[in-house]
């Protein structure tokens, strides 16, 4: 399929092992997180999100971290499978609309 | 339950042309909102609909505008159409209005590309 942004940043995991994608986000107002996976050809998928009084959420083999002292959220995905394999993107809701992140392209081998 | 739709999936369209892109929102959303997603400038936020009326818009020129329709569905156009509009253009639909915590969906896209 086609695909966009072809010169991202690529984290390579072992299948098994667990992942953490890094975002440094821009505005110190914003208050709601998200991170999307986006798979070759199709539309960002929403995977998790956070607000801003919280600094930790958990989902299915997910969690968000949110570190507003430096800017900073971080997705970690436990035992990392072949099917995570995607571009995953930050986004935050500045002006009430979402500011992307530029994303990191996560492959996973066996 | 049927996710967002976006028709059609591809185009290819001319310099000087305009085009219009289709959007269905997941049944019972009423905010669509547009992205344009390029390699060069990633994903940025094109402008949000909600009951008919525009509620926030990103920073595109005016070739590019939308419109709302009574049951939800969006469509939006690009006239005059540039080498550099080639891209990808997502569809996102919630249930409210703004991105603050309120989940947003997004459609599969429709590749567009100017020759």
């Known amino acids: 399929g086609e695909s966009v942004g072809l010169h991202l940043p690529t984290l390579s995991v072992q299948e098994g092992d667990n992942s953490i994608i890094n975002c440094a986000y821009s505005n110190s107002a914003s208050d709601y997180f998200i991170w999307y996976k986006q798979e070759s050809g199709k539309g960002p998928q929403f995977i998790i999100d956070i607000r801003s009084n919280m600094d930790k959420r958990q989902g299915q083999r997910v969690t968000v971290l949110l570190n507003k002292t430096v800017k900073h959220l971080s997705l970690q995905i436990a035992a990392t499978q072949p099917g995570d394999s995607a571009v995953y993107f930050c986004a935050e809701n500045a002006a009430d609309k979402l500011i992307f992140g530029t994303g990191t392209r996560l492959q996973v081998f066996p | 339950k049927a996710g967002v739709t976006q028709t059609p999936r591809y185009l290819i369209k001319t310099r000087g042309q305009q085009v219009t892109l289709s959007c269905s929102p997941i049944s019972g959303h009423r905010s669509v909102s547009w992205y344009q997603q390029t390699p060069g400038q990633g994903l940025q936020f094109l402008f949000e609909y909600f009951s008919e009326t525009q509620r926030n818009k990103g920073n595109f020129p005016g070739r590019f505008s939308g419109r709302q329709f009574s049951n939800s569905r969006s469509e939006m156009n690009v006239s005059t159409l540039e080498l550099g509009d080639s891209a990808l253009y997502l569809c996102?639909?919630?249930?409210?209005?703004?991105?603050?915590?309120?989940?947003?969906?997004f459609g599969e896209g429709s590749w567009l590309t100017v020759v």
């Open positions: 996102a639909s919630s249930l409210g209005i703004g991105a603050s915590g309120n989940t947003i969906y």
